[in-house]
């Protein structure tokens, strides 16, 4: 590390403040086109529902400051480290926090998606963004990119203390017929024809933090897809079907996010949650990782073993 100077990239999804930057906010993500007056009224009522804005922005941006608390009091590094906030759909940009890390004289990096689990239609979305920053900049700076930590130790035990406390929201006599339900954001059906690992990685996050809290038996659903032509099942399925065999009580873990957002706060808190009640079945949800020790602490080894070369329950992306 002599001569050169680290800074850590943190990424995430990003999301709207205020019901005033929705429709910017979706049109970033429609690649410059604007949602229909229909589908726009539909996102401002869900983020209505759920207090006006996404905190995803607000959370993100207490991960990076712990991290880098973290990282700089434990001395975990040989030097003092910092930590930047990109976003793929929101300010800041993914491109916007790059230019700052090289006009802050970074010369190394390493950049850490908050999704722990690969896919050519997520986390290789987020790579290609920082990577056309770079080239359009003319910048030397290099990245270290964590393609996958969705087995990593850490983040297994976080989830299952989640699953635990999570668990406690249930009656003591019927805690043992709660069913655990596992979910994570849908994609397209296509990416199985790509052989895209990310149903494999999910898989694994979810049989690890089974195993963690000794559930034998535990199910899992995609939720959020935007068409029928989406991997399934969805969560709303997968409901109906546990109510057909007769479970009434059932603990939602979505594995697949790290933190509060419109995909945890509307559609399992306020959607999937009604869905219940209509089925006679009592829903709740675990806590999300948001700001966690065990999170924090899950990046921070993530962070020092990149430093040097090291994959530790994580892999890098290839340099391709």
């Given at each position: 590390m002599v001569g050169r100077k680290w800074g850590i990239l943190l990424m995430a999804y990003g999301g709207p403040n205020s019901l005033e930057e929705v429709e910017p906010y979706y049109t ?112 030397s700076m290099q990245i270290r990119f964590i393609a996958s930590w969705a087995t990593h130790p850490l983040l297994l035990e976080c989830f299952a203390n989640k699953v635990r406390k999570g ?135 993530i962070v020092v073993c990149a430093l040097h070369g090291r994959e530790n329950g994580f892999r890098f992306a290839e340099l391709t």
């Amino acid at each position: 590390m002599v001569g050169r100077k680290w800074g850590i990239l943190l990424m995430a999804y990003g999301g709207p403040n205020s019901l005033e930057e929705v429709e910017p906010y979706y049109t970033h993500i429609l690649r410059g086109r604007k949602p229909s007056p229909e589908t726009l009224q539909d996102l401002v009522d869900r983020y209505r529902a759920i207090g006006g804005k996404s905190p995803i922005n607000e959370i993100t941006f207490a991960q990076a400051r712990l991290l880098q608390d973290y990282l700089n009091t434990q001395s975990l590094t040989p030097e003092l480290l910092s930590v930047y906030v990109g976003m793929k759909h929101w300010h800041p940009y993914i491109a916007e926090t790059i230019a700052r890390m090289v006009q802050d004289g970074v010369t190394d990096a390493v950049g850490i998606i908050l999704a722990p689990h690969f896919s050519r239609r997520s986390v290789a979305e987020y790579i290609h963004y920082a990577r056309e920053a770079l080239q359009q900049l003319g910048a030397s700076m290099q990245i270290r990119f964590i393609a996958s930590w969705a087995t990593h130790p850490l983040l297994l035990e976080c989830f299952a203390n989640k699953v635990r406390k999570g668990l406690e929201q249930f009656a003591p006599e019927v805690r043992p017929q709660a069913q655990l339900l596992f979910t994570a954001h849908s994609l397209p059906q296509r990416i199985l024809e790509w052989n895209d690992p990310y149903p494999e990685e999910l898989r694994r996050t979810a049989e690890g933090v089974a195993q963690r809290v000794g559930a034998e038996e535990w199910h899992f659903a995609y939720q959020s897809a935007s068409g029928d032509d989406w991997l399934g099942p969805d969560i709303l399925e997968k409901l109906e079907e546990l109510a057909q065999q007769g479970h009434r009580y059932v603990l939602v873990a979505p594995i697949g996010f790290l933190c509060d957002h419109l995909e945890v706060l509307y559609d399992i808190d306020i959607e999937a949650r009604q869905k219940a009640e209509e089925l006679g079945m009592m829903l709740r949800r675990i806590e999300m990782p948001n700001t966690d020790p065990l999170l924090i602490q899950a990046l921070a080894d993530i962070v020092v073993c990149a430093l040097h070369g090291r994959e530790n329950g994580f892999r890098f992306a290839e340099l391709t």
